[in-house]
């Protein structure tokens, strides 16, 4: 015996053991991986197509498919969307089916109630049937090409394995559910449940200082609006069930933002238009979007689609070029219902409500019914209210039906104006500024999507169901909308802000994006000539903030005011006024700002609205900056009371605490000396996911951290929520920049890659591009396909004779 220590021979033979034991667990673990990798190459015959269909994977992995019919091509999408991200599709249909608690047990319950209750599923049946013949057959053709993917695979993707389940076979009635679960992300409900809270929370004049309004000097699109603001209560089931969506499954798709711009052949280097789109949206992994490139007899268009449903959704043809940016419409409003037993008051006259029961199956125990209501506006999102005698009920644009799949059909074979705006008078949620350009010269921007006309005004907080005075009357035709084409200026944009001035004579909304990124980018195109594909990367990634020069100077002059009070205010006075004013990662200058102006917005707000309020409201960021921004401006708040000493501070006090309180953040987090601050120290970027949440997968399945310049307010937006460690949240999930008449010139890049797949190369090759700003090209020209092809893959009718296959 030696006292437990081994002998240098033993602790060898152990070591070598444990090598040996480890080498066999990755030798298994890599062919328990590859078992799941599709087949790419070679020939496949599959049941469902109608003739062979090739499809081309180039050096990123993006197919290039081409078809002889629109059946097949369709079929094909299906086929290599599940190809690469099953698990992802599969996700998706839970979440929008509420179905998410049958794999991850209880703690997804309250998700799945929520959308039980908002019954997408549900609905799906009956939109299908009102659908033309023509949108059914992509939609079957679609899933048709899901299911044969999957009967083809070797086993299933890792995900499904560890979790112990299979999907089932994809139907119609899923693509409709997930559309309605993508363009729900982008409504503006979320915004409306913090302000009904705040509005019940708050004495009304401070209630009244955190409604949104338009900031002065907003860029506009093209002429306006209005406003009203009627009383409100609050809905709950919203913030319980989207809480348990973030712990299980990640977030719901949300506004978070966008860029478009074009410019024309007079301000092109090529003499043509140039057009270029950043969608914001969150950045799981993999992205939420899949580049793709369709061939067909009338269609051939390279974009971004989404896996689990057909078609392109931003992207160009030969002729014509199209980005999406949000309207940030307010197209939801919540009604306060008159329930008697099964009866709602509407319009006076006692009806019964519709009823349907929802059995959710949950992991680890039975089964739980809900009993879901509706009214005529929509379903009742929260039971019986506490003393209050009345529901809360949903209505939204996308209940009422509409074909957003048939649109972006005919947008991708759009050849003209003409045919873009045919194309986009069917689209009709979730309401986007489509960015335009052509070969033949035009650029312009339409507002596309359904606007509610409202008997009542505005309805940024809940109002009363049952008199009939809040009534929707119908939308905006589409020839209303706003729009602008070939302006004198010679370029056209959106970022988020009004589509309309105030000549316009319906509402749209109350609430944008701060107007920082819009003028900025502005700025620059006004300012430019002969832009190029590398001038509009280089837009792309811009992080200069000169609105924020109005917080810097009121920090700084409070900082020198009270500098012998402390030296972080000489510090702190020495670092802003040396700042220029961009967010880039090594600035010290960026790193005090963001955080000073993140501890203001807390020192100001966080008393009155109480924690969960807080985190509600900051989870939209664009409801508190706007109000921050409006009490820098004015120099007051109702606000600035300090809710533990009951005595009213100045905006100078709050100033002075906040920056004091940002100089010992620093500090804890990046060290004393304060030149070796930088923000991309803080502001870090992971493409998240779902099995991400478990931290001994995270290292598979994460991509990242990665240090990031820009904010939430920078064209180049990174967007971080209050109280998650500066981590970005939101940002441009995919660049496109294209050349209009120089299709070979086009560039795009998207978050992470296109693989679900973690063990292989294209599930983070586009990462290293996307955080450096660059982009890959966007082969069209069937000749450079072939010179950057990776793999070929001939899927062939099942029906062929064997000579026929190769």
């Known amino acids: 015996m030696n006292g437990g220590i081994l002998s240098p021979g033993a602790a060898r033979g152990r070591i070598l053991r444990l ?7 990755l030798a298994s673990c890599s062919s328990f991986f590859q078992t799941s990798a599709p087949q790419r190459e070679g020939s496949l015959a599959v049941a469902g197509l109608s003739a062979p269909v090739e499809v081309v994977r180039d050096a990123y992995g993006i197919p290039h498919i081409t078809a002889s019919n629109d059946h097949d091509l369709y079929f094909a999408q299906g086929f290599v969307h599940a190809q690469d991200r099953l698990f992802q599709m599969d996700m998706e249909r839970r979440v929008a089916r509420g179905e998410l608690a049958e794999i991850y047990g209880e703690r997804a319950l309250p998700a799945d109630r929520l959308f039980r209750h908002l019954g997408f599923a549900s609905r799906a049946p009956a939109l299908l049937a009102s659908l033309p013949e023509r949108t059914k057959a992509i939609a079957r053709a679609y899933c048709d090409g899901v299911n044969a993917a999957m009967a083809s695979l070797r086993a299933w993707p ?64 093209a002429p306006g609006f209005s406003a ?18 973030r712990r299980s499954a990640g977030e719901l798709p949300r506004a978070g ?30 992205s939420l979007w899949y580049e793709i490139h369709l061939v067909a007899p009338g269609v051939d268009v390279y974009g971004v689609s989404f896996p689990g449903a057909p078609c392109v959704v931003i992207g160009h043809n030969p002729d014509i070029a199209w980005g999406f940016t949000n309207v940030m419409l307010d197209d939801a409003d919540f009604f306060v219902e008159r329930v008697e037993g099964e009866r709602v008051m509407f319009r006076g006259k006692w009806v019964p409500m519709a009823k349907r029961l929802e059995k959710i199956r949950v992991k680890g125990r039975k089964e739980e019914t809900v009993e879901v209501h509706e009214t005529p506006h929509g379903p009742v999102l929260s039971p019986v209210l506490p003393g209050v005698p009345g529901a809360l009920s949903l209505r939204w644009v996308g209940f009422d039906g509409g074909d957003p799949l048939g649109a972006l059909h005919a947008l991708n074979r759009a050849r003209s104006r003409k045919e873009f705006l045919a194309a986009l008078s069917g689209f009709p949620h979730p309401a986007q500024n489509v960015v335009y350009a052509d070969r033949e010269g035009n650029i312009g921007v339409v507002t596309a999507g359904r606007i509610p006309l409202r008997k009542g005004g505005s309805g940024l907080l809940p109002v009363p169901g049952d008199t009939g005075e809040w009534e929707w009357t119908g939308t905006v035709p589409f020839s209303g909308n ?33 107007p920082d990124r819009g003028k900025r980018i502005i700025r620059m195109l006004s300012e430019g000539r002969k832009f190029s594909v590398e001038k509009f990367e280089r837009m792309q990634q811009d992080v200069f903030r000169p609105d924020a020069a109005g917080a810097v100077s009121l920090a700084v002059r409070v900082a020198r005011q009270r500098g012998r009070e402390s030296l972080d205010f000489e510090d702190a006075a020495r670092i802003l006024s040396g700042w220029d004013l961009r967010v880039s990662g090594d600035s010290p200058g960026a790193a005090l700002y963001e955080v000073f102006y993140e501890k203001m917005i807390e020192n100001v707000f966080r008393d009155d609205l109480g924690p969960e309020l807080f985190e509600e409201a900051t989870r ?33 006090d709050l100033v002075a605490r906040s920056l004091l309180d940002a100089m010992a953040i620093l500090k804890h987090r990046l060290g004393k000396i304060d030149s070796t601050w930088r923000w991309d120290r803080l502001h870090q970027v992971t493409f998240g996911h779902p099995f991400g949440k478990k931290r001994y997968l995270r290292r598979w399945f994460d991509i990242g951290p990665h240090p990031v310049s820009g904010d939430g307010r920078t064209v180049f937006k990174e967007e971080f929520r209050h109280g998650t460690d500066f981590s970005v949240l939101v940002g441009p999930s995919v660049r496109q920049i294209v050349p209009l008449g120089f299709r070979s010139m086009a560039r795009s890049v998207i978050t992470t890659g296109q693989s679900g797949h973690f063990f292989e190369r294209h599930y983070r090759d586009q990462t290293p591009l996307w955080l450096s700003g660059k982009t890959h090209p966007a082969w069209t020209d069937r000749k450079e396909i072939r010179e950057n092809a990776e793999s070929v893959l001939r899927l062939l009718p099942d029906n062929l004779p064997q000579r026929g296959r190769s």
């Open 482 to 514: 706003p729009r602008v084409w070939n302006p004198p200026e010679g370029f056209v944009a959106a970022a988020n802000f009004p589509p309309a001035g105030n000549t316009y004579g319906h509402y749209i909304s109350r609430l944008y994006e701060p």
């Open 620 to 652: 939209t960021s664009r409801l508190l900056w706007n109000a921050m921004d409006r009490a820098i401006d004015r120099g007051d708040s109702l606000f600035l009371d300090n809710g533990d000493t009951g005595v009213r501070e100045s905006l100078d």
């Open 257 to 286: 933002g966008s860029n478009a711009w074009a410019v024309s052949g007079g301000k092109s280097a090529t003499g043509r238009p140039l057009l270029a789109n950043d969608p914001h949206i969150l950045l799981p992994c993999p």
């Open 228 to 245: 009203s603001v009627p009383p409100g209560l609050s809905p709950s089931v919203l913030s319980e069930g989207l809480a348990s969506l």
């Open 19 to 25: 090598l040996a034991a480890v080498s066999c667990i």
């Open 158 to 221: 890792v995900e499904f394995r560890l979790l112990r389940t299979a999907p089932r076979a994809f139907t119609p009635e899923d693509v409709l559910s997930i559309g309605l679960l993508k363009s729900f992300g982008l409504a503006q409900w979320g915004e409306e449940a913090a302000l009904s809270r705040a509005w019940e929370t708050l004495p009304r004049e401070k209630a009244e200082e955190l409604m949104p309004r338009v900031a002065p000097g907003s860029p506009v699109i």
